[in-house]
Structures are given as structure tokens and as C-alpha cells.
């Protein structure tokens, strides 16, 4: 069974950086979603079991995500941090190989409780 559990947020000001953990295991498609209040829940970076990559352009060149070898932690690495990236950020994962594109909330069938980020101006 899979289980999500989200750890690293916080509050920075602007430029800085947070790296995200959600520990996991049982998975073929792990990404992170982030939401903010009167907003709908975005995808924001996925990795797939081939270690294949993406990231929404609003995050590209600032947001990098990856595993650690045991690829039973999933992090988000987050740079360059802005007021609109303050978010409730979440883990989500799935075991089918194919399905919905990754940016969309149907394709992951578990979800994490979420973490907090809000950058400061």
C-alpha cells in the first residue's frame, strides 16, 4: 500500500530555497501538486520509474525533482523561491504505468496531506 508522507516546508523570503521529502514506496509515477487558497490544484513536477522527468514551465530552471537511490524518497528541490509559489505543496503517487498526462489529478491515485510553503516579498 502506498503511503504519502510530506516533510520540509516552511516559510522564506524571496530568492530563497526549500527542498521538499515525501517518503514513498510501491510507485511507478511520483509527483508534486501544489494548491493555494481560492486556486485549483497544480501540477508542478513529476518523475517516472525510468527516472524521466518534467516540470511545469511556471517552475522551470527554479523547481528540480528526484529520488534518493533507494527511490523510497521523493524530494522537491526549489529555488529561487516567489511570493506565487506559496502554496500548500503535496505528494502524489500511482502504480499504473499509463494514464492521464501528469499534470492532471487523475492520474495518481494516492495522495499526500501536503506541506506548507509561503514566500515573503
Known amino acids: 500500500q502506498v503511503q504519502l508522507v510530506e516533510s520540509g516546508g516552511g516559510s522564506v523570503q524571496t530568492g530563497g530555497s526549500l527542498r521538499l521529502s515525501c517518503a514513498t514506496s510501491g510507485y511507478t509515477c511520483l509527483g508534486w501538486f501544489r494548491q493555494a487558497p481560492g486556486k485549483e490544484r497544480e501540477g508542478v513536477a513529476v518523475i517516472g520509474s525510468d527516472g524521466s522527468t518534467a516540470v511545469a514551465d511556471s517552475v522551470k530552471g527554479r523547481f528540480t525533482i528526484s529520488q534518493n537511490n533507494a527511490k523510497n524518497t521523493l524530494y522537491l528541490r526549489m529555488t529561487g523561491l516567489k511570493p506565487e509559489d506559496s502554496a500548500m505543496y503535496y505528494c502524489?503517487?500511482?502504480?499504473?504505468?499509463?494514464?492521464?498526462?501528469?499534470?492532471?489529478?487523475?492520474?495518481?491515485?494516492?495522495w499526500g496531506q501536503g506541506t506548507q510553503v509561503t514566500v515573503s516579498s
Open positions: 502524489a503517487a500511482d502504480q499504473r504505468s499509463y494514464g492521464a498526462p501528469w499534470y492532471e489529478r487523475s492520474r495518481y491515485a494516492y
